[in-house]
């Protein structure tokens, strides 16, 4: 038996906040938030106005990481309980969300400790004091509308993916006016990151015949949109928020693979942006996967209208067209193009590599890897060597 998820509501387009206004029932609202972008564009600002307008009384909690850590996830889980809401709004970008879906776990179990949460479909029942309301400001985690929450151990530099259906949000809100605000480097790497999951989940040994429309309309939309949104067109703004929705909802089913895999464990070493290492690892991955796959790929790649008479061409055509949409972003294709010095990589690649097998993400690859070959998909994504093992 396999199961399909999604939040319950789904309000999208311009103004989507002013839906918070149908939040009944509800006395006490927190909302978790980044840095200033969302104040500075007023958005925080209105959010705060419609709950109150809507009798409730609110309180903020600012200032949540990139890359949030598990300290950030207890200190707002204590704010919580110290207010103790019966609504959490989560509104920015994939940090702020994730760590307020951790939050919420030690919010209604303060007994549990990390490690009784972090492997995969180990949580407790949620929704005993508070529901979960996702406002997404960038354009690619999908957090919300996923069963998946990425939280930082700084302490061992790894991000532990942490995944249940029941941190999957009640409630998202996709208001097209926010990703206006982002800039194109940000829009760039969430982008991908987007695309990654739309490919990742059409290929994931969990796929069914639910999620894969969802994952082929969204690599479609996104091919369609990213350069002009990256150029800032506001029609392809509101496009890309859609459809990384869609590829949102299709990973959170299917799952992921061994792109996400390396690139939660590079991003914490190498620190370069989550998207910007998908980015850099996708080619390599499908060059790996295709092996298995190949043909699935071959599907992909006639969706987005790509040339080839076989399924080996046209998975070739596919990766040569990521890399060429990689150049139109400013995306390095490698890390030693990103940065990364030989005698970084080489002091750091095995573990990641172990680290990478034992991530919840490998699980779900169409292809079984081991710890040397994930080495040597990690070390062609370094030198920009085609995998051909």
């Not at 179990?109 to 309301?133: G, H, N, S």
């Not at 190949?294 to 209208?305: E, K, L, Q």
Request: aromatic share 8%.
């Amino acid at each position: 038996m396999a199961r399909f998820t999604l939040p319950r509501d789904i309000y999208f387009g311009e103004h989507a906040i002013e839906e918070l206004k149908n939040l009944k029932g509800h006395k006490k609202a927190m909302i978790i938030t980044g840095g200033s972008s969302m104040k500075r564009g007023g958005f925080l600002q209105k959010t705060e106005q419609v709950l109150k307008d809507n009798g409730m009384e609110v309180q903020l909690f600012e200032g949540v990481e990139p890359d949030p850590s598990i300290e950030t996830v207890f200190k707002g889980a204590e704010a919580m309980r110290a207010f103790n809401p019966d609504v959490i709004v989560a509104i920015g970008g994939g940090s702020p969300i994730d760590a307020a879906k951790a939050m919420w776990v030690f919010y209604e179990y303060p007994e549990k400790t990390f490690d009784d949460i972090k492997d995969p479909f180990t949580m407790p029942k949620l929704r005993q004091k508070a529901i979960f309301v996702a406002i997404p400001s960038t354009s690619g985690t999908a957090s919300e509308v996923t069963a998946f929450s990425v939280i930082t151990d700084y302490s061992t530099d790894i991000k532990y993916p942490l995944a249940d259906f029941e941190i999957t949000p009640d409630i998202a809100i996709l208001d097209t006016d926010i990703p206006l605000t982002m800039p194109k480097k940000l829009t760039a790497h969430t982008g991908m990151d987007a695309l990654t999951h739309a490919i990742e989940a059409y290929v994931a040994t969990a796929r069914s015949d639910f999620s894969d429309p969802l994952a082929l309309k969204a690599i479609s939309d996104i091919y369609d949109s990213l350069v002009d949104s990256y150029n800032g067109d506001k029609d392809a703004r509101g496009k890309m928020h859609i459809a990384q929705c869609l590829a949102g909802m299709a990973f959170s089913n299917a799952l992921l693979g061994i792109a996400h895999s390396l690139a939660h464990k590079t991003g914490a070493v190498f620190h370069i942006p989550h998207g910007c290492c998908n980015a850099i690892l996708l080619p390599y991955v499908i060059q790996y996967n295709s092996r298995t796959c190949m043909d699935r790929y071959a599907d992909i790649a006639r969706a987005i209208g790509l040339p080839g008479a076989t399924d080996k061409q046209l998975t070739n055509a596919l990766v040569d067209s990521i890399k060429e949409l990689n150049k139109k972003l400013n995306i390095h294709q490698t890390y030693k193009e990103n940065g990364v010095t030989e005698e970084v990589f080489n002091a750091h690649a095995d573990a990641i590599a172990k680290n990478a097998v034992g991530d919840p993400c490998t699980a779900s690859n169409p292809r079984l890897i081991d710890v040397e070959n994930m080495k040597k998909v990690l070390t062609c994504a370094f030198t920009g060597e085609d995998v051909t093992f």
